[in-house]
């Protein structure tokens, strides 16, 4: 949910930390995760007492009370021509508001209200604002009328300034004299920003007074102090046309440009307790975080606008400038640019081909200071074979000094490779020019073009055998040169001239990780990174350690890596900067919401110190990774509401709270109040009596239904944040009469009772069996006799539980297709319901038909199971299909097995296995008879197979057993005993190449 309006006209941070805006389309609250609305007039004032009650004034009324846990709103004081404004609560408890003709009172505790009016004049609106020094004085700054003390001992203004007192020349009678948002800074200095004028600095103990202005001369509606990202204090002004800031210091204005592309007026500003500054404005909510002041983003001027791609692949920086401060930016097909950072300014030089067809990728500085610059050069659409050999090199020369290009010394992609792409370039200590193509390998020149041979063929070939890509290639502290490719990371040994792959049947490394960057660390060791990977290995090629997904690592494209004088490791991906310290073992990541112009940080790269530069696509990005580092958003972990059956109850009551039997629907949303980013929401929540284990989410909300009678105690946190707080909320669920103690011990006493009765029967036939056996004892063939009586009777008993089960399955199986028919009915679809009330009413005929007999045909048996599929496909609408095969040979007419032994277990995969899916899935049937006396039965289904499906019933507060598939097993068990057979099932997990749950498999043996 996102706010109801953009004009947002007012802002309050409630004692919770939650934030509350008064739009154009009613008051909403925002808890970091949504906005939640609570009514639809415009709103022009809103505060909040030291009792949690939000009053509020809106274009209609002129203050409202609204209780935030019910949700009750109360008209305190009435309809008004033009509505009420600016709301405020002073230290004592009295709410302030301001209507078109003077300035209102209301005490809660007394209910009474006061009225102020105030001189009219021509500027039809609301008449003032309320501000409180530290003396508990209250201030009012009349718009156009002046500013006032209130006098609490006589209840009336005293005018201080203005039309009303004799002091009425204190502002410029040529300019407007309008008041609007102030601050006391200490107990005797007012702020007040005084509309086309500037800004007022007024002293409350000599009346003396200051006006500053600016030569923009905006007009200032709002003001706030604040601090800038340097914790340095400043004025936060709101303005007719955007932000400014005003340093009190050196009394200066500085206007913001660019924010926003469209004209936007600032209408409120408020500080919040964590230091972000909220700015209602007429064109949504503007956030300013100083933890997020770490990353400055610069725009790359449209050079080429044909170009789609536009990422700066390159930063260098030019060691001629001793002041460092020039830097050279090689965009994707935007040509050089020059940045001097200090002015903020660049320039742009087209290489000596067309942008549009050079793709540039690297930039190289040599010893004569001369830049080289190289990239793929596609073919000019138009241009020959003959003319694109001439002019399109691929690498060109630049002169810094003269900023112009150079002839390049030399031509080689008609030597070296078979189209002139130069994906990586190097000029190591030697002064040796190492060039490579991704698909083609390595080649090695001096900076004249001649070709060094350091390696045979046959070395090279081992390196790029079976399709090997060279993706980025580095020259380490010792000058040995290494290599990322897609099959593992190598090294030249120049002794041996051979290459050297490091990854090959390492222990403890996963092989197969195509490494696409490489980098060394102060330390020495080479880290690299590759699809879904960080590894590190030391200077002589030693596997140390790697980290993947399950270490932290967001986004499996990790393509650039640069490690800082700490040695923590950057990594850009296609989802967001990563930094890694490997001191805490903890990944971090840095998106957009921080402030990076995108997420994609996959281009250029370069770090020195405590900056890193990080190329974007349109611009790039300055990284302050030591004041990065140091961002640790505070936590305010609060309830941000509590629903029981759907009805709110107070959220900061820290008293158990007794709920009824039927009350046992708890629904808890729950904010950290940081205002962070989403993918850093990450929560830990528990529930006393009913968890086993501490839940991971990363939402904001967590639901049990249907919960037992008993005590429970909620508990929520942030993970591995020491620095948070636990928050608990503790209720109980009340027991139904016949669940309570007294009635179980009523019910243990009858059971006492039947057990005693059964026992001293019991013992009655026990003596009479005696009995029989001495009497049996006489003769032996009336022994045998009675034997065979007893198995008979033995056999009768398990025949009679066995026919007791099938009473229990029917009635189940039944009740699940009435529930299935209640739901498909529901929709209205009367041809459907009619054709679904017909194929169960055949269900119900065979399942009653099926009842009376021990054994049915297995044709029969097939008909029910393929009837109640359909009725299940038909209810949910195409999300299950299936199939049924019989093998040849097998009569069905003739093989006989228990009834109902199948559906079960289909059943179960359908509601256990395919529901869970969106696309639903298939259920398969397969009979095959291996020999005369067996039937073997396969159900398969393509579900999200038992372990997902365990997880989630361990997030449903009630977990359901399957009754069917428990009588079925109980039934299987008696069959075994009954006829000393060997029914079985087993249960299979099916898993795709990937190794991912797939499916389900059972498997029935039945011996016929």
Not at 47 to 71: F, I, R
Not at 747 to 775: E, H, N, P, T
Not at 856 to 884: C, D, P, Q, W
Request: proline fraction near 3%; hydrophobic fraction near 35%.
């Amino acid at each position: 949910m996102g706010l109801p309006s953009n004009t947002v006209t007012c802002a309050l941070e409630d004692k919770q930390g939650f934030m509350w805006f008064g739009t154009r389309r009613g008051l909403t609250r925002f808890d970091g995760y949504e906005f939640k609305d609570f009514n639809t007039d415009e709103i022009f004032g809103v505060a909040q007492s030291a009792d949690g009650t939000v009053y509020v004034s809106t274009d209609t009324e002129k203050l409202l009370a609204l209780d935030p846990v019910s949700n009750k709103i109360t008209v305190i004081d009435g309809k008004a021509d033009g509505g009420a404004f600016h709301t405020f609560i002073d230290s004592y408890g009295d709410v302030w508001y301001s209507d078109r003709n003077g300035i209102n009172r209301y005490n809660p505790k007394t209910k009474k209200r006061a009225y102020y009016p105030l001189k009219k004049t021509t500027y039809v609106w609301n008449k003032g604002r309320v501000v409180e020094d530290k003396n508990r004085t209250i201030w009012v700054l009349g718009l156009e009328v002046g500013l006032f003390r209130f006098d609490r001992k006589t209840n009336k203004l005293a005018c201080v300034v203005g039309l009303d007192c004799p002091r009425k020349n204190l502002f410029d009678a040529s300019a407007s004299s309008e008041l609007y948002q102030g601050f006391a800074e200490d107990t005797a200095i007012l702020w007040i920003a005084l509309g086309g004028q500037g800004l007022l600095r007024y002293n409350t103990v000599n009346n003396s007074y200051k006006i500053f202005s600016s030569a923009e001369k905006p007009f200032i509606f709002s003001l706030s102090k604040g601090k800038d990202s340097n914790n340095k204090p400043i004025f936060w002004i709101g303005t007719d046309n955007g932000i400014g800031i005003f340093d009190p210091k050196i009394e200066k204005f500085e206007f913001l440009k660019g924010i926003l592309p469209t004209h936007f007026s600032v209408n409120h500003i408020i500080q919040s307790r964590n230091g972000n500054v909220w700015f209602c404005t007429s064109e949504g909510l503007l956030l300013y975080s100083p933890h997020k002041q770490a990353i400055q983003s610069y725009k790359l001027p449209t050079f080429n606008p044909l170009a789609k791609n536009n990422n700066t692949n390159a930063i260098l920086q030019d060691r001629t400038d001793p002041s460092g401060q020039t830097f050279w930016l090689l965009s994707a097909y935007n040509g050089l640019w020059k940045w001097n950072r200090k002015t903020n300014t660049t320039t742009a030089f087209s290489v000596p081909t067309s942008n549009s067809t050079f793709e540039g990728l690297w930039l190289i500085q040599d010893t004569k200071n001369r830049i080289w610059v190289g990239g793929n050069q596609w073919k000019d659409n138009g241009v020959t074979s003959t003319e694109m050999q001439q002019k399109n090199e691929g690498i060109f020369l630049f002169d810094p000094q003269s900023e112009k290009f150079l002839p390049t010394p030399f031509t080689t992609h008609h030597s070296f490779f078979s189209v002139p792409f130069y994906s990586v370039g190097k000029i190591d200590t030697k002064n040796r020019f190492w060039i490579a193509n991704h698909y083609e390998g390595v080649h090695v020149l001096n900076l004249s073009g001649k070709e060094l041979l350091l390696w045979d063929k046959a070395a090279h070939d081992k390196m790029m055998k079976d399709g090997n890509w060279v993706m980025d290639i580095l020259e380490d502290k010792q000058g040995k040169m290494w290599f990322a490719t897609y099959k593992g990371l190598w090294y030249f040994n120049e002794q041996t001239k051979a290459f050297v792959d490091v990854t090959k049947d390492k222990t403890g490394f996963n092989n197969g990780k195509a490494f696409l960057k490489i980098a060394q660390a102060n330390d020495g060791n080479i880290w690299a990174v590759g699809w879904h990977f960080l590894a590190k290995f030391s200077a002589l090629g030693n596997f140390l350690k790697q980290w993947s997904k399950q270490d932290g690592i967001y986004d499996y494209e990790c393509r650039n890596i640069a490690v800082d004088e700490k040695n923590q490791a950057w990594i850009g991906t296609y989802d967001g900067l990563h930094r890694f310290d490997e001191s805490e073992n903890k990944f971090r990541r840095t998106t957009i919401e921080d402030g990076l112009l995108s997420n994609s940080t996959m281009a250029g790269f370069w770090l020195k110190g405590n900056e890193l530069i990080v190329g974007q696509n349109g611009g790039w990005n300055t990284v302050d990774t030591q004041k990065l580092g140091e961002v640790v958003p505070s936590t305010n972990l609060q309830f941000s509401e509590i629903l029981v059956n759907g009805r709110a109850v107070s959220t900061t009551n820290t008293a158990e709270i007794v709920l009824e039997r039927e009350e046992n629907d708890v629904q808890f949303s729950f904010t950290a109040l940081n205002f962070e980013k989403k993918h850093l929401r990450n929560f830990q929540y528990f529930l006393e009596n009913w968890d086993d284990k501490w839940q991971n989410t990363n939402q904001n909300t967590a639901s049990y239904s249907n919960l037992p009678p008993g005590n429970y105690v909620f508990h929520v946190k942030k993970p591995l944040e020491n620095w948070g707080r636990e928050l608990i909320f503790k209720f109980t669920v009340k027991s139904y009469w016949y669940e309570t103690l007294w009635s179980k011990a009523l019910l243990l006493l009858m059971l006492s009772a039947v057990f005693v009765y059964f026992y001293v029967s019991r013992r009655k036939y026990k003596q009479l069996f005696l009995r029989l056996q001495a009497k049996e004892a006489e003769n032996k063939e009336k022994d045998d006799e009675f034997s065979k009586i007893q198995i008979q009777f033995q056999q009768k008993i398990s025949q009679t539980e066995i026919t007791a089960l099938r009473a229990q399955m029917n009635p189940h199986f039944i009740f699940n297709c009435l529930n299935s028919i209640q739901l498909f009915t529901a929709q209205n679809e009367a041809e459907k319901a009619s054709e679904y009330l017909s194929k169960f009413s055949r269900l119900i005929r065979l399942v009653l038909e099926n009842s009376r007999s021990e054994k049915v045909t297995l044709e029969n048996e097939l008909e029910t199971l393929r009837l109640y599929i359909e009725m299940e496909a038909m209810r949910f609408k195409g999300k299950v299909s299936y199939h049924i095969n019989i093998a040849e040979g097998i009569d069905t007419s003739y093989i006989q097995i228990p009834p109902l032994l199948v559906q079960p277990f289909v059943e179960n995969a359908i509601w256990h296995g395919l529901m869970h899916k969106d696309a639903g899935g298939t259920i398969g049937v397969e009979v095959t008879q291996p020999n005369e006396n067996l039937l073997h039965i396969e159900i398969l289904d393509d579900g999200i197979g038992r372990e997902k499906a365990a997880e989630f019933k361990s997030k449903s507060a009630t977990i359901n057993k399957s009754f069917g598939m428990k009588v079925t097993n109980e039934r299987i068990e008696l069959i075994n005993q009954l006829y000393n057979s060997t029914t079985k099932v087993q249960v299979f997990d099916l898993n795709n190449q990937q190794g991912e749950a797939s499916g389900t498999k059972v498997v029935l043996e039945i011996p016929i």
